[in-house]
């Protein structure tokens, strides 16, 4: 079946514009992560959802960066008034069980939104 | 704070000669352990979750063990198409938050 998606997969833009980032999980996972990685790290957590509720947003930078997931499915993650330092690749992370509950925590990722700002 | 320090940052290898990765971690109360594979440009990929102390798990060349501190990803007899970066990851038990050490970039020679 299809996997995680994302897009779009490379986004340049100008310091000080806005971007929005998609994710469109694998069909009926509950869960889902965005990480960022810098070239040559691991992920770094910024935030979850299970289902439309956000339930840890710690990892975010700052308050230019949201997620949302109104519907349970597909999410977004707005970086507002970007900046140099935003420059990153951006993954998100689907997975059929519901945090807390299951004991089994398998995350399938998406391919990456790569973001330059220039 | 939790953390998680893989070691070493990169390891070569020749084909078929076996070796372990390390990966030491910090988390009051453990829930889980994760090993992934990714390769260049592509995400993540699952390869094993350890929940307690003395469990193993086994995937073809690879054997993850588990202990009270660190968790040991031996690889066995490798070959090159093995070549990845290899990441552990911990999630503590007391809220749903993966942390990502950097990674072991192996590389097996032909």
């Known amino acids: 079946g299809a996997g995680v998606s994302q897009s779009p997969r490379y986004k340049v833009t100008k310091r000080g514009q806005d971007v929005a980032l998609r994710c469109d999980p694998i069909s009926g996972h509950v869960s889902l992560y965005w990480y960022r990685q810098a070239l040559g790290q691991g992920p770094e957590f910024l935030t979850y959802?299970?289902?439309?509720?956000?339930?840890?947003k710690s990892g975010l930078p700052n308050d230019r960066f949201s997620a949302e997931r109104p519907e349970g499915s597909i999410s977004t993650l707005t970086i507002q008034r970007t900046e140099q330092r935003d420059s990153a690749m951006y993954r998100c992370?689907?997975?059929?069980?519901?945090?807390?509950?299951?004991?089994?925590?398998?995350?399938?990722f998406g391919p990456g939104t790569r973001l330059t700002v220039t | 704070e939790d953390q998680v320090t893989q070691s070493p940052e990169a390891l070569r290898l020749q084909e078929g000669e076996s070796s372990s990765l390390n990966c030491s971690y910090t988390?009051?109360?453990?829930?889980?352990l994760f090993w992934y594979r990714q390769d260049p440009g592509k995400g993540p990929e699952f390869l094993f979750t350890l929940y307690s102390a003395g469990e193993e798990k086994e995937k073809e060349r690879l054997k993850a063990t588990l202990t009270k501190k660190e968790s040991f990803l031996h690889i066995t007899a490798p070959k090159p198409e093995d070549s990845a970066t290899y990441l552990c990851a911990v999630q503590a038990d007391r809220d749903d938050k993966i942390i990502f050490g950097k990674g072991t970039r192996l590389h097996i020679l032909p």
């Open positions: 992370a689907s997975s059929q069980e519901s945090p807390g509950t299951a004991s089994y925590y398998e995350q399938y």
């Open positions: 988390v009051s109360g453990l829930r889980g």
């Open positions: 959802f299970n289902y439309e509720a956000q339930q840890d």
